[in-house]
C-alpha cells in the first residue's frame, strides 16, 4: 500500500484524511501526547485494522477520541459526577477516562472489554481532523507493538510507512509520554497508567485517587487494569540499564558518574556498542562514544520529550548496551520514571 505523506498545514490535507476515515481507511496524526493511529472507532473492520498494522494483541483495547464533551455521553453510561469534573477541568488534554461502554462501542475496539477508554485531545489538529471527519477516532499510539511511541512523524513513517493509509505531519508532539488513564468504574476512580496529568492534579479536583496496585507493586501476579500495561513496551532493542544512587535516586552522584564509566569501559572493550542516556548538564562527564541527550534534569517536561525519540537513536546507532541515570519520581517524574523503567525490563543498578 502506498502512503500518503502531508504536513497538516497543507492545503486540503486533513479534508483528505477526514475522507480516509470516513471511508474506513487509517490515518496517523499527531496529538499533544504522541501521535496516534486513528480509524473510525464504530466500524469493527477500522479497529481490526489497526491491530494488524500495528501487530498488537487484538485483546489491547484503543482510546476513543473525541472533539466535544457531549459526544461522551453517546458512547459511555454511568458518567459520574467526577468525571464530570475532571472533564471540565482537564479536557482538552492528555487525560483519558475510563467508563461502562454503551452498546454502539463495538467490542473490537474495546478488546472485548464492557468498557470504553475515551480522550479529548487539545491538540489542534487532532481536533480538526475529529471535526472534520465527524467521525470518533479510535487511536493507538501510532508506533509498531513494542516500539517506543511516535513523538515525531518521521518515527511513525519509521513503523507505518506502506502498512496505513496516511500519515498527517503535524511536527514534533508537546508533551512526548502516553495520556494519564483513570478508570472511572469503581468507587475511587484509578489511575491505570501515570502521566502529565497527575495524581495530584486530579486530587486537588475530586479528592481521592488510587494508583493501579499492580503499577506499583513487584507482585508479578497482579494484572494491571489498562492490558497495555502487561506488555513489555517502549524497548530499544539492546539491553537498558538505569544506574542510581542508593540514597538518593534523583541525584546523579560521583558514584552513579563512575559506575557508569566503569561499565561503558567494560563493555566497549569487550566489542560492544555502548550508549549513555543523560541530561545537559552531565553529560561532559561521561566518557563514552555515544551520549544521547535526554534534555534537562529538573525539568521533566524536557526529558518526556526527548524520551522516546532517545529510545529511537539507540536502535539507529545499533547499542547494544545503554546505561541511563535516573529520574525523580514526583509528580510527573513518577510517569517518565514508568517508562524508562519498562524499557529497562526493570534492570535497575544501585550504587
Ligand atoms: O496519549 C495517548 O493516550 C495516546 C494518544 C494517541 O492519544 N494513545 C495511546 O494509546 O497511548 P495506546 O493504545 O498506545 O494505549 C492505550 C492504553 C493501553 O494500555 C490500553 O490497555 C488502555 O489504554 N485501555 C484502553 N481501553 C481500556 C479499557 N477499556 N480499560 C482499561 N484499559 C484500557
Ligand atoms: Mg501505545
Redesign the pocket.
Known amino acids: 500500500m502506498e502512503t500518503i505523506i502531508k504536513k497538516t498545514n497543507e492545503a486540503d490535507a486533513i479534508k483528505l484524511a477526514s475522507e480516509i476515515l470516513k471511508k474506513g481507511g487509517l490515518v496517523a496524526f499527531p496529538?499533544e501526547?504522541?501521535?496516534?493511529?486513528g480509524g473510525d472507532a464504530l466500524r469493527p473492520e477500522a479497529s481490526m485494522d489497526i491491530y494488524k498494522a500495528k501487530g498488537?494483541p487484538s485483546d489491547?483495547?484503543?482510546?476513543v477520541?473525541i472533539a466535544d464533551t457531549k459526544d461522551v455521553y453517546k458512547l459511555a453510561e454511568n458518567v459520574s459526577s467526577k468525571a464530570e469534573a475532571l472533564m471540565e477541568a482537564f479536557w482538552p488534554g492528555?487525560m483519558?477516562l475510563?467508563f461502562n461502554?454503551k452498546e454502539l462501542v463495538p467490542k473490537e475496539t474495546?478488546?472485548g472489554?464492557n468498557?470504553?477508554?475515551i480522550?479529548m485531545?487539545s491538540h489542534p489538529d487532532a481536533a480538526r481532523l475529529i471535526r472534520e471527519s465527524g467521525v470518533y477516532i479510535a487511536?493507538?499510539?501510532?508506533?509498531t507493538s513494542g516500539r517506543p511511541?511516535p513523538s515525531t512523524a518521521e518515527h511513525v513513517i519509521e513503523d507505518l510507512n506502506g502498512k496505513i493509509d496516511m500519515i498527517l505531519d503535524g511536527g514534533p508532539v508537546g508533551i512526548g509520554?502516553?495520556?494519564t488513564?483513570v478508570?472511572m468504574t469503581g468507587e475511587i476512580p484509578t489511575i491505570?497508567?501515570p502521566?502529565f496529568i497527575t495524581k495530584k492534579m486530579l486530587e486537588s479536583i475530586i479528592g481521592e485517587v488510587e494508583i493501579d496496585k499492580a503499577l506499583i507493586s513487584p507482585d508479578k501476579n497482579l494484572h494491571p487494569?489498562?492490558?497495555?500495561?502487561k506488555y513489555t513496551h517502549y524497548a530499544p532493542h539492546g539491553q537498558l540499564y538505569i544506574v542510581e544512587s542508593e540514597k538518593d535516586e534523583s541525584v546523579v552522584t560521583d558514584e552513579v558518574i563512575s559506575k557508569i564509566n566503569s561499565l561503558v569501559e567494560e563493555k566497549t572493550n569487550e566489542g560492544y556498542k555502548v550508549a549513555v542516556l543523560t541530561t545537559k548538564d552531565k553529560m561532559s562527564s561521561y566518557k563514552c562514544e555515544n551520549i544521547i541527550l535526554l534534555g534537562e534534569k529538573g525539568d521533566g517536561t524536557t526529558v518526556a520529550s526527548r524520551l522516546y525519540a532517545a529510545l529511537r537513536e539507540c536502535d539507529t546507532i545499533k547499542a547494544d548496551f545503554i546505561y541511563s541515570e535516573g529520574f525523580n519520581r514526583d509528580d510527573f517524574g513518577g510517569a517518565i520514571m514508568n517508562r524508562l523503567i519498562k524499557s529497562a525490563g526493570h534492570k535497575v543498578i544501585l550504587v
Not at 501526547?33 to 493511529?37: D, E, H, I, M
Not at 489491547?60 to 482510546?63: K, V
Request: proline residues 12%; charged residues 15%.
Open positions: 496529538t501526547t504522541v501521535y496516534g493511529l498488537r489491547n483495547p484503543l482510546i477520541h492528555p483519558t475510563i461502554k474495546t478488546g472489554l468498557t470504553v477508554a480522550r485531545p487511536a493507538p499510539s501510532a508506533n511511541s509520554i502516553e495520556s488513564i478508570d491505570c497508567r502521566g487494569k489498562a492490558p497495555g500495561m
